[in-house]
């Protein structure tokens, strides 16, 4: 049972669940024991969601041994069922020539395919080999705290220093602290309270503020992303901390923090800007702040003792935002989180080279492997499509909840995806993974077949000739070999 089961309840309702619901929990029960957890039922379990989707996380335990037969690795798919699908995407029109798809059983083994092993531009798949390193290299269960600490003590007129610290968190928000997201999980307004607090009771009414964003070093950007990111659309900067990623909205309402769907500009200044929010409530509060309109920027020192805290959510769900949300900038920071993890260089190459030797050492499949960066923004990564299936097979044989983040951040098709063109019939039994730039579109996952085997597939097709037409053509061809 996952450590999200542990941690929350399963209250919901009780009523039978419809045909498709049963469908989408036998499928993903079997998906789920794949890797050992149920964590991929709680998210089509939830109420008030896609009427496909309407059973709750009780109901499918109580169902697991009627729906969903043990997974058999052991078992996989005619190859010879997969050629009319190759030949029926070749044929597809706005493809072109340029693509590669591997289809990849159990055991490795690339059962069918087209140029599997040549490395390709892939775009936002990239980010399934930052979240297997991420998954196999930190503790996900952790969290990214940002910290006030009191450096000295007060003066006698009750004025003293404080430093508002960064550890990584960069979903913060202006408000309370927010459970019921992932993106606010941690509020300025929270850590205000706390830290009037305890600068009241050590006497403290003044304070100069600092803020330390010491956390990934001087260089905060991939060489190149400039191409793929003008005025920081698509990433912000690595930083210590920010507000809801630095996304300036100019007064525009965020309508769910938990879901991009809007791209506003953001700065270069995402730390100042968290420490100019700290100050301004804090005198709001009642404290004097000296520079609240310029904090300085410090690292912290061993003498300075912390007063207050507030937490992000754990990294897990940190992680499943970043997958279903595509976030460039959460990708890169996981990476930047692994390098320093892994004692790599505290840079961007440092955390492309942290992620490749994890997945190199993993036994994947690397030949042509070329990374840029860690999320797939910045232009000049080559993967191929052998190396993106075998990653997501890599998942299931981590055989560890430490992999349950990353299915559960992949799209459900039936429930994350209930456009795109899937017949109900495999409705929860695939995971993916899509990637879109201007010349690439790309697609991985992972399908629990209709005899409860398992297997793995990408797509990775650039330099078409209809960019629509090609997307459109990978989830045909998913959804096919979903079928099989």
């Not at 100019?250 to 953001?266: E, Q, R, S």
Request: glycine letters at 8%; hydrophobic letters at 40%; charged letters at 15%.
């Amino acid at each position: 049972m996952s450590a999200w089961h542990r941690n929350h309840g399963t209250a919901g309702k009780t009523h039978a669940p419809s045909s498709a619901a049963v469908r989408i929990v036998a499928s993903a029960v079997a998906t789920a024991l794949v890797f050992g957890c149920f964590t991929a039922i709680h998210r089509y379990a939830r109420t008030g969601g896609d009427e496909r989707a309407d059973v709750t996380v009780r109901v499918a335990r109580q169902n697991v041994q009627l729906l969903a037969p043990d997974v058999d690795t052991s078992t996989s798919i005619d190859a010879a069922a997969v050629q009319p699908l190759l030949d029926a995407y070749a044929q597809s029109a706005g493809v072109g020539t340029t693509y590669s798809i591997a289809v990849m059983d159990a055991q490795g083994n690339v059962i069918a395919g087209h140029e599997p092993d040549t490395a390709r531009e892939p775009a936002s798949t990239t980010k399934t080999l930052t979240a297997f390193a991420a998954a196999s290299a930190l503790d996900l269960y952790s969290t990214l705290d940002t910290q006030v600490y009191v450096t000295g003590a007060a003066d006698a007129k009750g004025a003293a220093t404080i430093v508002l610290k960064g550890n990584g968190d960069v979903l913060l928000g202006t408000g309370a602290n927010d459970a019921s997201h992932i993106n606010g999980r941690a509020g300025i307004a929270t850590l205000v309270q706390r830290t009037v607090t305890a600068l009241a009771a050590q006497g403290i009414t003044s304070v100069t503020l600092e803020y330390d964003d010491s956390l990934f070093g001087s260089k905060r950007l991939p060489d190149g992303i400039e191409q793929t990111d003008e005025d920081y659309i698509y990433e912000m900067p690595a930083s210590s901390m920010a507000i809801d990623m630095d996304r300036q909205w100019g007064g525009v309402t965020n309508p769910d923090p938990d879901h991009i769907m809007n791209y506003p500009t953001k700065t270069d200044t995402p730390a100042l800007n968290v420490a100019t929010e700290f100050a301004s409530q804090l005198a709001a509060a009642g404290v004097t702040v000296s520079n609240a309109d310029a904090p300085a920027s410090v690292q912290t020192t061993g003498d300075a003792t912390m007063i207050a805290s507030v937490q992000s959510a754990p990294l897990w769900e940190v992680m499943r935002f970043m997958l279903k949300n595509s976030s460039n900038t959460l990708a890169e920071e996981f990476g930047r989180l692994v390098a320093i993890k892994t004692g790599a260089e505290n840079s961007p190459e440092g955390a492309v080279k942290a992620v490749t030797q994890i997945v190199q050492d993993a036994g994947i499949k690397t030949d042509g492997l070329s990374l840029r960066d860690c999320s797939g923004l910045t232009l000049g990564t080559r993967i191929s499509a052998t190396t993106l299936a075998d990653v997501q097979r890599h998942l299931v044989l981590l055989q560890q909840e430490d992999s349950a983040p990353v299915m559960e951040g992949e799209l459900l098709a039936g429930v994350d995806r209930p456009h795109a063109p899937y017949d109900h019939s495999i409705y929860g039994s695939m995971m993916t993974k899509t990637g879109t730039q201007d010349n690439v579109r790309s697609l991985c996952g992972t399908i629990v077949t209709k005899d409860g085997g398992v297997v793995f597939f990408a797509i990775v097709c650039v330099d078409m000739g209809d960019w629509s037409a090609a997307g459109a053509a990978n989830d045909v061809f998913a959804s096919g070999l979903a079928m099989l």
